[in-house]
């Protein structure tokens, strides 16, 4: 372990006098699993590829859970595998009740599940109710229906403006750049209506003022519950429903109000009728029990609103992202956490953490950027200035503990207990990411943190796929972040994120409490109390001392020395 355990001796601090601002769960939090876990997002194209053609599968994910037991998750989110075209890595379904042949069939995902449970690991699927692709044989069906027909109703089917219906119904543009609407060609060949799409123009959104949309997903819940698993992330949980009339929008296309437009809710973002939907949802859920999760993918500002979607009758958890988004500064980050677990508290759900996932650039990635990124929000390129690799792992190990050691819920991203960085030098030509196509390249997407993972440095493809052959390149030197060589290495990030999940557990630091160390509140180091365990991370440019403490982990070695923690790294210590 990167842990070298050992007495600091130095000004002593008494504990009891902490104030938590987060109390420790009741009996009642503590027997429910949803809020404390580890949850590892596995990205399946990426994960391991057993059949080697290249795309990662489900049998690659019932062969390597082993691993994911070692290293100590509780549960697994899988990323889509559903039938798709993959122009949006798998979030543009074709069939919501099925397994894409790449991915393997529906005995083997059976088997993922029934090995996960082996294991003692639950399993969460994707669901994506806000569009499906344009292959899904509804929206094949709306199309060959035409105007005014109940199959267009399932989708967001208007007509043009202007004379000739040649411009579209509104301003809304798509996610991914670009107009939201595409115009369609009618059965009899003229040039016809607009369905929408928030995001690529394969990817129609459906009609969420249609109860027929709302049996749908109904049935889709169940198929899913009746095969085992433990809940759904929902994808663009904010969207589903548009305000009527659909007006135009003059905020910016992520539903962020303007100074013009301050507060403003956007017409396609959080509007009040989705909780009614999540509220049905939860029914159905608890039907199965009451350990079936759902978890939402909601981009609503500030957390005050955010927590709306998360009271007893709707979600059990949502993404914090204003977490994943916080700089380097101990300061913002002291915020963030507070104000997140004072708004998540006030509705009692549990606060969830996260630091990388399959849409932003991986957390060693960004925090190895000094000053603001070039090109902010999607992936940095060759052209852009690189990331100070090392750096990036240094503060990424520190800030990942820092996240292990924080109550509630931990989202991992597949790799980053690697420490893995993105592929930001990965050639144009090989991009997927629609937002690259749709942007005339201006946004390079989300492509360099969607690599096939390295699992073994001696083999092919540094061990992903037998054939050698994968759907993304890999970066010059992968093979030295895999897995096998990380194992047996104690000061390997695999080594610090096992110990942690194993001290975390150990101390049901999840279900715990929070409490600010004061005496390093005016400085640049992050410093808080969780059970009997001070976490800290320094996040300035001088040392800082430890108090009288026994060091249980370090964030890697050297964080420590001559009784204080350098700068960029981070500690968990036990009090004396
Ligand atoms: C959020 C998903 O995480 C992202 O990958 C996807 O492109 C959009 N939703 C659209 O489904």
Known sequence: MSALP????????????????????????????????????????????FDGDGNGDLAGVAAELDQLAELGVDAVWLSPF???????GGYDVSDYCDVDPIFGTLNTFDHVVER????????????????????????????????????????????????DGAEPPNNWQSHFGGPAWTRVVEPDGTPGQWYLHLF???????????????????????????RGVAGFRVDVAHSLVKKDGLPDWHGRPD????????????????QPALHDIYRRWREVLAEYGEDRVLCAEASIDPLDR?????????MHQTFNFAFLSCPWDAAKYRTVIEESLRAFDSVGAPT??????????????????????????????????????????????????????????????????????????????????????????????RDGSRVPLPWN???????????????????????????????????????LYTAALELRRKKDLGHGSLSWLSDYDDTACLAFVNRDVLVMVNMGDTDVRLPRSEVLLTSAAGAVADGCLRPGHGVWVRLM
């Open 457 to 495: 440095s001696a083999a092919a493809a540094a061990g992903f796929s037998r054939s050698g052959t994968t759907w993304l390149p890999q970066p010059a030197g992968w093979d030295e972040f895999a897995r096998d060589r990380q194992r047996h290495d104690a000061s390997s990030t695999l080594s």
């Open 306 to 314: 955010l927590v709306n979607w998360v009271r007893p009758d709707q």
């Open 255 to 270: 539903g962020v109000g303007t100074e013009d437009y301050p507060g403003h809710l956007a017409p396609m973002f959080g």
């Open 200 to 226: 690529d123009s394969s990817q129609p959104d459906f009609n969420w003022d249609n109860p027929a949309v709302h049996e749908e997903f109904e049935r889709i819940l169940r198929f899913w519950l009746d």
């Open 352 to 445: 969830t953490w996260v630091l990388s996932n399959h849409d932003v650039p991986r957390h060693a990635t960004r925090l190895g950027v000094e000053g603001v990124p070039a090109r902010p929000g999607d992936g940095l390129g060759p052209e852009d200035q690189q990331p100070n690799l090392q750096l990036g792992q240094v503060r990424a190990r520190a800030a990942s503990l820092m996240m292990l050691g924080l109550p509630g819920v931990v989202y991992l991203y597949q790799g980053e207990e690697l420490g893995l960085p993105d592929h930001t030098m990965m050639p144009h030509s090989f991009r997927q990411d629609p937002t690259y196509r749709r942007t005339a390249g201006a946004r390079l997407g």
């Open 116 to 163: 996960a449970r082996e294991l003692g690991i639950r399993v969460i699927v994707d669901l994506v109710p806000n569009h499906c692709s344009e292959e899904h044989s509804l929206f094949r069906a709306a199309l060959a229906a035409g105007p005014g027909s109940p199959e267009r109703a399932l989708f967001v089917f208007r007509d043009g403006k202007g004379a």
């Open 82 to 88: 559903y039938p798709s075209p993959q122009r949006d």
């Open 6 to 49: 050992s007495d600091i001796q130095s000004d002593p601090v008494a504990p009891a006098e902490l104030t938590a601002i987060h109390p420790a769960d009741t009996a009642e939090g503590v027997a429910q699993w949803w809020r404390s876990s580890v949850i590892y997002q596995v990205y399946p194209r990426s994960f391991r590829d």
